[in-house]
C-alpha cells in the first residue's frame, strides 16, 4: 500500500489524544497514512495553515467548521467533520475566592450543575448587593463547546451570560495564570488545562461538561473539502487508523502508557498524573469518582460518529448568542458540515457497529441504551442536559423559540 | 478619507521585532503606525485608533482573543483575514512562512494595503536572521570556551603545550568525525565527572 502524506494541526489539549495515539501507537501507519502532527498556538493558526494548504486535517472544536460555513471567521474556509474526536473533557473551574463565596452563598458539591449553578447565582446576587464589578469568564473561543456550554449552564441556572457575567477569550494554557493573577474568576476549558489550575491552587473545579449535557460533543476531525473530495480513499484511511486509535485510548489499559505520551513536551507538555486525571475521570479531588463517570470518553457510545443532531444543536446556540441569523438555509449548511457518510464509506470494511441513523433527539436518554446499527451492537450513553431538555433537531423552530422567550 | 495614509496597529508581544517593523513603515512614509507589546486593554486602544490594518505575529497565542473582538468591536468595520484575495497564494504563504498575519478593514484597496503586509513579512524576516545569526554567535563563543577549557585540561593533565593539546582535540575530531568543540565538551564532561576539576 503507498504511503499518503498527512499532515494535522493540534492544540495542546488531552483531547487531542486520538491524532496522537494513532501517530505514536502505530495505528496510521498500518493504514499506510504518513502522520505528521503540528502544535500551534491558536485555532486561528489551525484555520490559516488548513486555507493555505498546509494542514489537510485538525483537531477542531466541534462549532468551527460551522462557522467557517456560515461565514462567521474572518477567513473562508470550507471544511467537513467526517468525524468526532469524543465526548466531554471540559470543566468549569472558578478562583479559589469565588469557590468560596458560592460555597458561602449556597454550599453544593461539585460537580453537581444545580448545585454550583444556583450558588453561583447566589454568589452573584451577593456582589450586585456589594457593588462589586461583574465576574469574568474565560473561554477558549466564541464557536466553542466551552463557550455554549458555560452560556447553557448559566443560562439554565437563572444567570444572564450576557449582562450578569462578562465573557472573555483566553488561550487554553493561559487560563491557570490568568485565574492565578485575578484577571478572571473562572474559566471553561479542557484538560489538563483545570487540573493545572487545581494543582495551582489557584481554582476548584465548579462543575464539569459531561454534568452540565452528558456524552456531549466536543471535537472533530477537521478535514479540508477539497482534500476530503480529492482524497476519498486518503481520508478513508485516516478514519479508520483514527477510529482504531480511539479505541485504543478508551480502553483503561491504555491509560497510563497514553497519559506518558501526552505529557511530552511536544503534545500537552504537562506532568503525566495530571494528563491521567481526565482519563481516569478524576479531575475532582477528593470526590467519588462516580459523578465523574464518562468525564471524558473517546471512544465508547458512538464517541467518533459525528452526529448531524450535534451540528444543529451548536448551531442553535450560534442563534441563540447572536452570532448568526436563523434561517433555514443557515441550519441547512450547519447540519451539512457534519458527515456521518463519509464516516461509514470508511469503516464499513471494519465490520463494526455503526449508527444508522444520521441525527437523534439530544437529551432523552436517561439510561445507556441500545441504538440501531450496522452490524453488531452499539450502546448510546445516558445523553441528558442537567435541566432536563430535549434537542430535537426535526423541532428547531420550537426550540428556538423557547430561548427566545 | 482619501489619500490618507492607512493607520496600521503592530500587535507584538516581541518589542524588539516591534521596534523594527514600526521603523520600517515610518522610513515607508506611514506616519499613522502604533505599536502595542502587551494586549491588556487592547479593546480600548483599537477602539481609539479605528486601525484599517492590524499586523500580528503568527505565533501570538491571543490571536484568538483578537479575532474574537474585531469581530464584538465597531471600531473594526467588518476586519477580514489578509487572504482577502485568495487568489495571491504567494504573498499569503510567504506571510505565513515569515510568521505574520493581518486583518484589513473591510473596503481597503488592495494596492494600499500590499505595500503594509511587504513591508511586515520582510522585515519579520529579517528579524528571523538576525535572531538566527545572534543564536550562531551565541554558540560560537560557547564553543571556543569549552575549547579552551578542553585545552587546559589537556595541558595540566598531560603537560602539553597548548598548541599540542589544540592539535590533539582536532586529530581527535577528524577521527571521530565529530566537532571540535563536541570532543572538547566530551572531555571536559568526562573529567568533571571523575572529579579532576574542582
Sequence with gaps: ?405 | MPGRPPSVLVIDDNSVRAAIIEAGLREAGHDRVTVVTDVTGIAGRIAALEPDVIVIDLENPNRDMLENMFQLSRAVKRPIAMFVDRSDTDSIERAIDAGVSAYVVDGLRRERVKPILDMAISRFNAYSRLERELEDARNALQSRKVIDQAKGLLMRSRGMSEEDAYALLRKTAMNQNRKISDVAQSLVLAADMLGKED
Design chain 1, 1 to 405: 500500500m503507498a504511503e499518503i502524506e498527512i499532515a494535522a494541526g493540534f492544540i495542546p489539549l488531552t483531547d487531542s489524544a486520538i491524532l496522537v495515539a494513532a501517530r505514536e501507537c502505530g495505528f496510521a501507519e498500518e493504514e499506510g497514512v504518513a502522520l505528521t502532527l503540528l502544535r500551534e498556538t491558536s485555532w486561528a493558526n489551525i484555520r490559516d495553515r488548513m486555507a493555505i494548504g498546509q494542514f489537510e486535517a485538525a483537531h477542531m472544536l466541534a462549532p468551527m467548521p460551522i462557522a467557517f460555513e456560515l461565514g462567521l471567521t474572518p477567513l473562508a474556509l470550507e471544511v467537513v467533520a467526517p468525524m468526532a474526536m469524543g465526548l466531554g473533557g471540559n470543566a468549569v473551574t472558578v478562583s479559589a475566592g469565588l469557590f468560596d463565596q458560592m460555597m458561602e452563598a449556597e454550599s453544593f458539591t461539585p460537580p453537581d450543575p444545580n448545585g454550583a449553578g444556583n450558588a453561583l447565582r447566589a454568589a452573584i446576587e451577593a456582589r450586585k448587593h456589594a457593588g462589586d464589578p461583574p465576574l469574568q469568564f474565560g473561554v477558549v473561543h466564541p464557536h466553542s463547546g466551552h463557550n455554549f456550554e458555560l452560556r447553557y449552564w448559566l443560562a439554565a441556572s437563572g444567570i444572564d451570560p450576557e449582562t450578569d457575567v462578562e465573557i472573555v477569550i483566553v488561550p487554553p494554557p493561559f487560563m491557570p495564570d490568568a485565574l492565578e493573577s485575578g484577571q478572571i474568576d473562572g474559566f471553561c476549558v479542557g484538560e489538563p488545562w483545570n487540573s493545572v489550575a487545581v494543582s495551582k491552587n489557584a481554582g476548584r473545579i465548579a462543575t464539569i461538561k459531561s454534568a452540565i449535557w452528558r456524552s456531549s460533543p466536543e471535537k472533530v476531525l477537521g478535514v479540508r473539502a477539497d482534500w476530503a473530495r480529492n482524497n476519498g480513499h486518503g481520508l478513508s484511511r485516516l478514519v479508520r487508523a483514527l477510529y482504531r486509535a480511539a479505541e485504543w485510548c478508551g480502553d483503561p489499559a491504555s491509560h497510563s502508557a497514553l497519559s506518558h505520551i501526552l505529557a511530552r513536551p511536544e503534545y500537552v507538555g504537562q506532568s503525566a498524573s495530571l494528563v491521567a486525571r481526565a482519563l481516569e475521570g478524576t479531575v475532582i479531588p477528593g470526590a467519588s469518582g462516580e459523578e465523574e463517570t464518562g468525564f471524558f470518553e473517546p471512544f465508547a457510545h458512538a464517541a467518533t460518529f459525528p452526529w448531524q443532531s450535534q451540528a444543529l444543536w451548536f448551531y442553535s446556540q450560534m442563534v441563540r448568542w447572536g452570532q448568526v441569523e436563523h434561517t433555514p438555509a443557515n441550519a441547512d449548511k450547519a447540519r451539512r458540515c457534519y458527515r456521518p457518510d463519509l464516516y461509514r464509506a470508511a469503516l464499513s470494511p471494519l465490520s463494526v457497529p455503526i449508527p444508522a441513523a444520521n441525527a437523534k433527539v439530544e437529551g432523552a436518554l436517561t439510561e445507556p441504551e441500545p441504538v440501531g446499527a450496522t452490524s453488531g451492537a452499539l450502546m448510546l450513553g445516558p445523553d441528558g442536559f442537567f435541566d432536563g431538555r430535549i434537542f430535537d433537531p426535526d423541532k428547531l423552530e420550537s426550540y428556538l423559540a423557547e430561548d427566545r422567550s
